[in-house]
């Protein structure tokens, strides 16, 4: 086993550098994974931006990534050395009352992501990384590691559209179709839903159509008049907000069909967007908005599942370039530059 594990750190904003440290002593619940992939998010990306500075450094990020068991503390009895695993990186403290019911994203007592050396972060942009067994999940051996790195996103999409309460044969309107937009999209297509989709950016327009969808551009057309023309004048069931923007956030409230529409508050933005409610139109027209964040553990099964039977393909949501761990900073920038697509970075390299 070795014995030093190479990592990329954020130090400050803009500035991310390669390090090494001692691989840490297993614990008896806990698992040393080799790290193969991890793609970079835009909360990762938006620190380096200087639009996370809250998030703290040193920064070890990464949360998108897939890994092989290397090895395992005297108690693990969930894997094995050799499983092909993706984390669930909120895995709770597993003992409070939310944790025992798997709400483990409601942890009465969440587990600080701050090493005893002072680094924070869940150590994805790494050759190897350590975990309580409770945290990882089995993914096909046989995913491209970019689209295993889905997991993670794909399981906070799942747990948004469990709580929009979307069914079959309903119609749901995606504004943005970014990373989020399309998973939302995606999923929501598996799950039975007609889907329509806006988007200003031409090559992100492409890609959405491409798979299939309805596609509005809504630089150049009313994107609330050709919903209603697209659900012959009544609007759709529900919008899935999945971009930070004010206009786009009002144009979802007319989105939606006149009594029950449901609005999901998918995407969070640094600073917040303004979003600008008349309560008495929510009251008459008994409107649901909701919010969502993170996922809980039967999530991440199910995004497991989703991934490994191909349920949701996402190969059309990772862009071609795979870069080393020691091009960390061109990954960022790759990563941060507008239309891009999921950037993955290959940790072992």
């Not at 996402?314 to 091009?327: G, H, K």
Request: aromatic share 6%; net charge negative.
């Amino acid at each position: 086993m070795s014995q030093m594990m190479r990592f990329a750190c954020m130090i400050h904003k803009g500035c991310s550098v390669t390090m090494e440290r001692p691989i840490p002593e297993l614990g008896p619940h806990e698992v040393l994974i080799r790290q193969i992939a991890c793609n970079i998010c835009t909360a990762d990306y938006g620190q380096w931006l200087g639009q996370r500075e809250h998030q703290g450094y040193p920064m070890v990020g990464g949360h998108e990534g897939c890994a092989t068991v290397e090895a395992v503390g005297s108690e693990v009895q969930s894997c094995k050395v050799g499983d092909f695993v993706g984390v669930n990186s909120y895995p709770g403290c597993g003992t409070c009352g939310a944790c025992i019911k798997g709400q483990v994203s409601r942890c009465e007592n969440p587990p600080k992501q701050i090493t005893p050396d002072g680094y924070r972060g869940e150590f994805g942009f790494s050759t190897h990384a350590v975990w309580d067994e409770r945290a990882l999940i089995q993914l096909n051996p046989e995913l491209d590691p970019a689209c295993a790195g889905f997991l993670e996103p794909l399981a906070t999409v799942i747990r948004g559209q469990k709580k929009l309460r979307l069914a079959a044969f309903e119609t749901v309107a995606v504004i943005g179709a970014g990373t989020m937009g399309m998973l939302n999209a995606l999923e929501a297509r598996a799950r039975g839903a007609r889907v329509i989709v806006s988007e200003p950016m031409e090559k992100k327009r492409n890609v959405a159509q491409s798979l299939g969808f309805a596609v509005i551009d809504p630089s150049v057309e009313d994107p609330i008049v050709r919903v209603k023309e697209f659900t012959g004048g009544i609007g759709v069931d529900c919008v899935i907000v999945a971009v930070t923007s004010a206009i786009a956030n009002a144009q979802a409230m007319d989105m939606v069909k006149k009594i029950d529409g449901r609005v999901l508050f998918f995407a969070a933005g640094y600073p917040a967007p303004a979003l600008d409610i008349d309560s008495n139109m929510v009251h008459y027209r008994r409107m649901e908005l909701i919010g969502t964040y993170g996922g809980d553990h039967e999530d991440f099964e199910d995004a497991a599942k989703q991934l490994n039977t191909g349920m949701v393909d996402v190969s059309a949501l990772v862009e071609p370039e795979r870069f080393p761990l020691t091009r960390m900073q061109e990954a960022f920038a790759a990563a941060a530059t507008p239309g891009m697509y999921r950037v993955c970075v290959n940790c072992q390299e």
